[in-house]
């Protein structure tokens, strides 16, 4: 779920870039403390969907908008993964799980 955050604070870089707006524009045109879009844009998970609300009237996009994309994106990546594992032989399987594991923590 981190990561999913992380993608979006990278999409909301991406808009604010895109109207030319430093993080203190956006943030005193959003009226939210620039420390907390820093955090988001950052791919904070505690921000409230207040702030998204707030940054997303500036940057014209709802926080269902933004994080829809995201959960669609998610699952694109799912399936090009489960693509790649079908064709990978058994070797190759079990050194990724080792890895996923480990990355993850799980036992």
């Known amino acids: ?3 999913s955050f992380k993608i979006i604070g990278a999409k909301i870089v991406n808009l ?3 109207k030319k707006l430093t993080q203190e524009q956006l943030a005193e045109k959003a009226e939210i ?3 907390e879009l820093r955090k988001i844009e950052e791919g904070s998970p505690d921000a409230t ?5 707030k940054i997303g ?7 269902a908008q933004i994080f829809a994309k995201t959960d669609r994106e998610h699952r694109q990546q799912i ?3 489960k693509k790649l594992l079908q064709a990978a032989p058994i070797d190759v399987l079990h050194e990724l799980e080792i890895q996923l ?3 993850l923590k799980i036992k």
Request: proline residues 7%; charged residues 25%; without cysteine.
């Open 1 to 3: 779920m981190m990561e």
């Open 16 to 18: 604010r870039e895109a």
């Open 57 to 63: 009237q500036v940057l014209n996009f709802t926080p």
């Open 79 to 81: 399936t090009k993964i």
């Open 33 to 35: 403390p620039i420390a």
């Open 49 to 53: 969907i207040n702030f998204y609300e």
């Open 101 to 103: 594991k480990a990355k």
